[in-house]
């Protein structure tokens, strides 16, 4: 898989592929490196990709908080899932400057995977309230059941 990424690095679908197959394997590390390469997927597709926002949400629920240390890292995953956090934000018309300035940098996580997390939720109810409205209240009802909403 990781040669399909260097083939097509824009593509955002095999970024998806590859994240799915290492939340399919499971643990700690692989959980970590595919939430990175969802957040990749999510910036590539600019909050589009609900396939990317729903496996980052997986992620989120399997790796839960107790994985989080104090300060995250700057370099490596942090950064993917601080570039994803800031294409969720710039996705939809929902996105306003107050919301913007809340992350001044790409690169750091202000308030870790729980604000990426949060964030891929509001995404995908945009999302959902855009292309399938009837499903909105069962995506709410699974949302607020990981304290999401």
């Known amino acids: 898989m990781e040669e399909l990424i260097t083939l097509s690095p824009a593509?955002?679908?095999?970024?998806?592929?590859?994240?799915?197959?290492?939340?399919?394997?499971?643990?700690k590390d692989n959980l970590k490196t595919a939430r990175a390469y969802y957040s990749r997927a999510i910036t590539g597709s600019t909050g589009r990709s609900t396939r990317a926002l729903h496996g980052l949400l997986a992620c989120h629920a399997l790796l839960g908080d107790k994985v989080w240390g104090l300060?995250?890292?700057?370099?490596?995953?942090?950064?993917?899932v601080g570039w994803g956090l800031a294409a969720v934000r710039r996705g939809g018309a929902a996105c306003t400057p107050a919301?913007?300035?809340r992350h001044r940098h790409p690169g750091r996580?202000?308030?870790?995977?729980?604000?990426?997390?949060?964030?891929?939720?509001?995404?995908?109810?945009?999302?959902?309230?855009?292309?399938?409205?009837?499903?909105?209240?069962?995506?709410?009802?699974?949302?607020?059941?990981?304290?999401?909403?």
């Open 11 to 27: 593509n955002p679908n095999v970024y998806v592929r590859y994240a799915d197959v290492l939340c399919t394997l499971g643990g």
């Open 71 to 80: 300060a995250p890292r700057r370099c490596g995953a942090g950064r993917a």
């Open 99 to 101: 919301r913007l300035r």
């Open 109 to 149: 996580l202000q308030d870790g995977p729980t604000e990426l997390a949060a964030a891929a939720a509001e995404q995908l109810l945009r999302l959902y309230r855009e292309a399938a409205p009837d499903k909105v209240p069962a995506l709410e009802a699974c949302l607020k059941a990981q304290a999401l909403l």
